[in-house]
């Protein structure tokens, strides 16, 4: 193989992998316009917009599809070795758990639609902060993709531990609602349902941001994470009452 040839296969391949990015990059902006969306859908109780979120969701699903599909070829053409191949495995890694943050959006769209049949509870204005903070975490670590910054990845990683003790508050929070009052129960059950599709999106930020991390530096998060969720705690102390 000549030198010219050489560097347009190199050229060739640094393309694919940058119009990659650029797929996923997109995919996580969706993802973070759906979850907005879906928030104020609830807040606003429009139940036309939050349909809009759960049929918006295909998108997301089309195009992890296609990155999926530009993985597979990338492998069968290119067979990369090393950082390249950790280039590849982490698009494919990052994009299954966008398209999982679009899919837990989607739910909380479809719960508005339900929220709204009721009489909303005082908890319900909980819930754009949590949506807020999680949108935070994934807009660090989709920034951190983009620009290959391991250390960012590692500060959004270790926020997620904020993210799960305000999800711990709200369902406590919901909880005693619950309890005061049988009435706010269907209310309560349908926003603690949301609560816990917003923690989720936060921990497939995490998800995102330990593979950053591997395909910078090739080893994994030396450090545990620390859950700040004890929402269990809270149901077993509810129970003992």
């Known amino acids: 193989m000549n030198n010219a040839t050489g560097e347009h ?6 393309e694919e992998l940058l119009r ?3 797929e996923i990059q997109r995919m996580g902006d969706l993802a973070l316009r759906e979850l907005e969306a ?3 859908a609830v807040i606003e109780r429009d139940s036309d917009s939050a349909q809009r979120v759960v049929d918006s969701d295909a998108t997301i699903d089309a195009l992890e599809r296609e990155v999926s599909h530009d993985v597979i070829r990338l492998l069968a053409l290119r067979q990369p070795m090393a950082r ?3 280039e590849v495995m982490a698009a494919l890694r990052i994009a299954s758990d966008i398209e999982r943050i679009g899919d837990y959006a989607a739910n909380v769209g479809k719960r508005a639609i339900a929220l709204n049949r009721v009489d909303l509870v005082r908890p319900v204005f909980a819930l754009p902060r949590l949506a807020e903070l999680a949108g935070e975490l994934v807009s660090e670590v989709l920034l951190a993709y983009r620009d290959r910054d391991a250390d960012r990845a590692l500060l959004a990683w270790a926020r997620d531990e904020e993210l799960d003790g305000m999800y711990t508050g709200l369902f406590r929070e919901l909880l005693t609602y619950m309890m005061e009052d049988p009435r706010n129960i269907t209310a309560c059950t ?7 599709n917003i923690e989720r999106i936060g921990d497939h930020a995490t998800n995102i941001a330990e593979n950053i991390y591997f395909l910078v530096h090739g080893t994994e998060i ?3 994470r620390r859950k700040g969720d004890q929402s269990h705690n809270v149901v077993g102390t509810a129970r003992a009452t």
């Open 38 to 40: 879906a928030i104020a």
């Open 9 to 14: 296969i190199v050229k060739s391949y640094d």
């Open 84 to 86: 390249d191949l950790r």
């Open 222 to 224: 030396a450090q545990t």
């Open 20 to 22: 990659l990015t650029g």
């Open 190 to 196: 349908h926003l603690l349902f949301m609560a816990k």
